[in-house]
């Protein structure tokens, strides 16, 4: 079992603000390698989850947080080596420091209404939207080979006569399954049409191989990281 922290340091709330976010493209056998992530880690002997939070933020990013908020708790079973993980989630408004060049990855102010164009974990598209609630939420996202496979929550919500509302949202996905049932619907409606790829806009900001940060040149996008090259989408 590892007990862990995961921070987002933002300017502003909803869409008009910025989140702190890091790209994980630097540390080799990383389990977010090519993702992009809140801050944070794991908690050490001693220390509140508060106080393991302030320290990575700290560590990873240069900036000291300042009163973080405590927006809710997430259990992963099984997410990496076989192991549980409980993750505390913080939201910080208010921080002091300067950027440093952090050994975890790159670091870059997300504009927020641009934040779901980033390469993330599935599940992080759907809690990451639970942020600027003030509902607090205790969440189990259930992974299968770095596929979300399911996920529940529950909100509470204090009241005005002293007692506290509960709301639940669960759900289950099926990536694979669904893809494969499109293909063969496609080729039943289509015999004598292969199948053709759809690609986004946002297919070029990232590598298709290891995740990592590109460029564009001519038509051709590049990775920084392996070298991978491919096409544009979008040329």
Known sequence: MKVATLCYVRNGIGTSGRTLMLHRIKKANDMHAGKWNGLGGKVEGGESPEECAIREVLEESGLRMIDPVLRGLITFPHFSGGEDWYTYIFVAYHYSGEL??????????????????????????????????????????????GELTKYEVLFYTPTSSDGTTIEREHGE?????????????????????????????EDDTYCWLCGAAVEKRHC?????????TSDCSDP
Request: with cysteine; aromatic share 16%.
């Open 173 to 201: 996905f099926h990536a694979k399954a669904v893809a494969a049932e499109l293909a063969d619907i496609t080729l039943e409606s289509n015999p004598q049409q292969s199948f053709k790829p759809v690609y986004r806009p």
């Open 220 to 228: 051709k996008i590049i990775c920084l990281s392996c070298g991978f």
């Open 100 to 145: 440093i060049d952090s050994t975890e990855g790159v670091l870059a102010w997300v504009d927020n209404d641009k934040l779901f164009a980033l390469n993330l974990w599935p599940g992080d598209r759907i809690f990451m939207r639970w942020l600027d609630d003030q509902r607090f939420f205790s969440a189990k996202f259930v992974y299968d080979a």
